[in-house]
């Protein structure tokens, strides 16, 4: 698949973006104008942010893709790196499993329509050079198989992924060990009959915080 030829951006071939730019098949690599077209995704990116094929994501908006709310928020991004001139790292919750992606300008920024690269993976990688990048923490959540439960079970089971035990759980949330009990029971319940390892996983997985049941769902 070739990219579709932009204005100020070089017609280059999937393959050779591939070789410049993301080697490592467990990175995602994109290419996005400011207006929210996507122009380029590797198999990875996909993956991560649509769970299918680049063939279903070129040529469309985020908004399209990823709803209004993710759109607006991504695209404040870019308005910020083109007034700073600083990359962006942005973290978030995505399909369930914590995902971080790292927002270059890849034009001038006084370009019509300016183009931006996104380097994405999954968990979270502080980088060498803090001061280098501003670091954004997503005000949105997509908890895929998470969804279903409820504020409670999310700082839960956040509270799971540290290695809590229950009576640990309960002193953190000023509960009764029993009603910690009962909402484990209900998450493994709402999570198909996981067990605590997998409960913990799961919370791993999204790098999950208590804070994050604040969030809003998408």
């Known amino acids: 698949m070739d990219t579709q030829h932009h204005e100020g951006l070089p017609e280059l071939s999937a393959e050779l973006i591939a070789k410049l730019f993301c080697t490592d098949p467990t990175v995602g690599f994109a290419l996005c104008d400011k207006l929210g077209t996507v122009?380029?995704?590797?198999?990875?990116?996909?993956?991560?942010?649509?769970?299918?094929?680049?063939?279903?994501?070129?040529?469309?908006?985020?908004?399209?893709?990823?709803?209004?709310?993710?759109?607006?928020?991504?695209?404040?991004?870019?308005?910020?790196?083109?007034?700073s001139g600083k990359p962006i790292i942005s973290r978030h919750i995505l399909h369930g499993r914590q995902i971080q992606s790292t927002i270059r300008l890849l034009t001038e920024p006084e370009?019509?329509?300016?183009?931006?690269?996104?380097?994405?993976?999954e968990g979270v990688n502080d980088p060498a050079d803090p001061d280098a990048f501003e670091i954004v923490e997503s005000k949105l959540v997509h908890l895929g198989p998470?969804?279903?439960?409820t504020r409670r079970e999310i700082e839960v089971l956040a509270l799971i992924g540290h290695g809590m035990t229950s009576k640990q759980i309960a002193?953190?949330?000023h509960r009764s060990v029993r009603t910690i009990e009962q909402h484990c029971d209900s998450i493994r319940q709402k999570l198909k009959g996981a067990t605590?390892?997998?409960?913990?996983?799961?919370?791993?997985a999204a790098?999950?915080?208590?804070?994050?049941?604040?969030?809003?769902r998408l």
């Open 39 to 83: 122009i380029f995704v590797n198999d990875r990116s996909a993956e991560i942010f649509i769970q299918g094929t680049p063939d279903q994501a070129v040529g469309k908006t985020l908004h399209e893709l990823l709803g209004s709310e993710w759109a607006a928020e991504r695209m404040d991004m870019f308005d910020r790196i083109i007034e």
């Open 111 to 121: 370009g019509e329509n300016p183009i931006f690269s996104i380097l994405t993976s």
């Open 146 to 149: 998470l969804d279903t439960l």
């Open 171 to 173: 002193a953190a949330l």
């Open 196 to 204: 605590r390892v997998q409960l913990a996983s799961f919370a791993r």
């Open 207 to 216: 790098c999950l915080e208590m804070t994050d049941a604040d969030l809003e």
